[in-house]
């Protein structure tokens, strides 16, 4: 099977980081890139979970209350005036 090259551009201090493990599990990044690029494809996913930050309690309330509203029960709380609305969204208060 022919070879080719690819070109991958990253952070430096990143670079410097992964051929140091590399080379502490034996291998080059070429190999390393090889690795995953082949179970890649026999799994057809991304091989490791691939995710952020945790959110932040206000985050999920949040993220609950969408869900709650889209499965059809009312949010906690109502206005029917858009300046109060207005004031406690801006409000420091939680």
């Given at each position: 099977?022919?070879?080719?090259?690819?070109?991958?551009?990253?952070?430096?201090?990143?670079?410097?980081?992964?051929?140091?493990?590399?080379?502490?599990?034996?291998?080059?990044?070429?190999?390393?890139?090889?690795?995953?690029a082949?179970?890649?494809?026999?799994?057809?996913?991304?091989?490791?979970?691939?995710?952020?930050?945790?959110?932040?309690?206000?985050?999920?309330?949040?993220?609950?209350?969408?869900?709650?509203?889209k499965?059809?029960?009312?949010?906690?709380?109502?206005?029917?005036?858009?300046?109060?609305?207005?004031?406690?969204?801006?409000?420091?208060?939680?």
């Amino acid at each position: 099977m022919a070879s080719t090259n690819i070109n991958i551009r990253m952070d430096a201090d990143l670079k410097q980081q992964f051929e140091a493990f590399c080379a502490d599990m034996g291998m080059s990044m070429t190999t390393a890139f090889t690795i995953f690029a082949k179970k890649a494809v026999r799994e057809y996913r991304i091989p490791f979970e691939v995710g952020g930050e945790t959110p932040n309690a206000q985050t999920l309330e949040a993220m609950e209350e969408v869900r709650q509203m889209k499965a059809g029960r009312a949010p906690s709380r109502t206005y029917s005036d858009v300046d109060q609305m207005m004031k406690d969204l801006l409000s420091d208060d939680v």
